[in-house]
């Protein structure tokens, strides 16, 4: 898979895109939303926008959809330009081949859930017949072909959502633009329907931009997950290679549950306040900070055990589930450690030794802000 990926960068050039955006620049007044943001999304991907708030996703988004104007920069969808700053191009939203989900649901509540998802087709003039049946079909593909005919204020909030959903493939858009919709959800809600989306998606097919603050919805759902910071990418990357290889300090902290401490790196090995660790880093010796995954560690690692070591007292102990959340203090410095449970809680006071990988150590050279 991941070499399929790496090919399909090499051959970029010459690939024909779903959607393909470059140097796209944003300004609000003075103030830098999207800077020299470039984009290749190809057909039938599921790309993920990943980023704190602020970082520019609703702003490229809505460039793309036509609601924004960029300030410069060029925007393709389906192999057509729809945006060129240079050329005075900007085709209005309805014309852009594009279906939207928001963060709102933004559907009628006084109408029934088929008046809401057929209006799409009305305003195209789809014929009569020919409309009813793709109303169906969608219907039954997001879960709702028993409720076509209940008013959509009687609909749940997930209904709700599902009724966006609907509206917005009916269409059958080049691209579907999906801007945290699921996030006025409660969690147990979120985690049924992101499973349902990325099966739709799947079903259909169709090329779509996904925009989450949420890092955990943003691995299960992408093929790639482009990750943003200030109006800039900072990576882009299959989820399990951004989870494992993150390039900078930034990606690192971004995802996981982290530890992040100061220390000094030199030949393969991290010396910190209270202890040093064995670590893959490469770069040059000197000030690093090191990013330890909480759930990087492994607890009462064997007797062959190749990697690290740090020994410390239990001060918090918390069954999660699944998992155990243990606070270890190691002299000066409190580690946040994630282990699967098994069957011993440990409690605190008790002396606990954790191991990790010279590869799950990893450390950036410390920039020294000028
Ligand atoms: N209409 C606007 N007017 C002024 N500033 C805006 C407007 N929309 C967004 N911004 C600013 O642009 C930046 C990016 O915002 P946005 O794209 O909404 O980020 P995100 O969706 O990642 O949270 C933020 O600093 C935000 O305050
Ligand atoms: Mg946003």
Same mark, same amino acid.
Request: aromatic fraction near 8%; charge should be negative; proline fraction near 13%.
């Given at each position: 898979m991941l070499q399929e990926r790496a090919t399909f960068e090499a051959a970029n050039a010459g690939e024909e895109l779903a959607v393909n955006v470059q140097g796209l620049h944003k300004k609000f007044g003075k103030a830098?939303?999207?800077?020299s943001l470039d984009l290749a999304v190809r057909k039938g991907e599921f790309l993920v926008l990943l980023g704190?708030?602020?970082?520019g996703k609703t702003t490229t988004m809505r460039s793309i959809a036509g609601l924004e104007v960029p300030t410069s920069g060029t925007i393709e969808v389906g192999g057509q330009v729809v945006f060129d700053s240079s050329k005075g191009i900007d085709r209005a939203p309805a014309d852009r081949n594009i279906g939207m989900v928001f963060?709102?649901?933004?559907?009628?509540?006084?109408?029934?859930v088929r008046e809401n998802v057929s209006f799409p087709l009305k305003m195209q003039k789809v014929p009569r017949k020919e409309a009813a049946q793709r109303v169906d079909e969608v219907l039954a593909l997001v879960g709702l072909e028993a409720q076509g005919?209940?008013?959509? %204020?009687? /609909?749940s909030g997930g209904q709700m959502q599902r009724v966006a959903l609907a509206r917005s493939i009916v269409m059958s858009p080049a691209v579907l633009l999906l801007d945290?919709?699921? %996030?006025? /959800?409660?969690a147990k809600l979120r985690e049924k329907l992101r499973v349902e989306l990325k099966q739709t998606q799947q079903r259909l097919g169709t090329t779509s931009i996904y925009v989450t603050h949420d890092q955990a919805e943003a691995l299960a759902l992408a093929d790639r997950v482009v990750l943003m910071r200030n109006g800039v990418i900072e990576q882009v990357a299959a989820p399990l290679e951004l989870y494992r290889n993150p390039k900078t300090l930034f990606a690192a902290e971004f995802l996981g549950t982290n530890n992040l401490l100061k220390g000094r790196a030199e030949n393969g090995t991290v010396l910190l306040d209270d202890f040093s660790l064995p670590t893959a880093y490469a770069g040059p010796a000197g000030d690093v900070s090191m990013c330890l995954r909480a759930e990087d560690f492994t607890e009462n690692?064997?007797?062959?055990?190749?990697g690290g070591r740090v020994t410390g007292r239990i001060e918090v102990s918390s069954l999660l589930g699944s998992q155990i959340q243990y606070s270890v203090r190691v002299g000066g410095t409190l580690l946040e450690v994630l282990v699967p449970f098994v069957e011993r809680l440990a409690a605190p006071g008790d002396t606990i030794t954790l191991g990790v990988k010279a590869q799950d150590v990893r450390c950036f050279p410390t920039v020294v802000e000028s």
């Open positions: 830098t939303a999207l800077e704190p708030s602020g970082c963060q709102s649901y933004a559907i009628w509540p006084h109408r029934t005919s209940r008013s959509a %204020s009687m /609909l945290e919709p699921l %996030s006025n /959800l409660d690692p064997p007797e062959a055990w190749a």
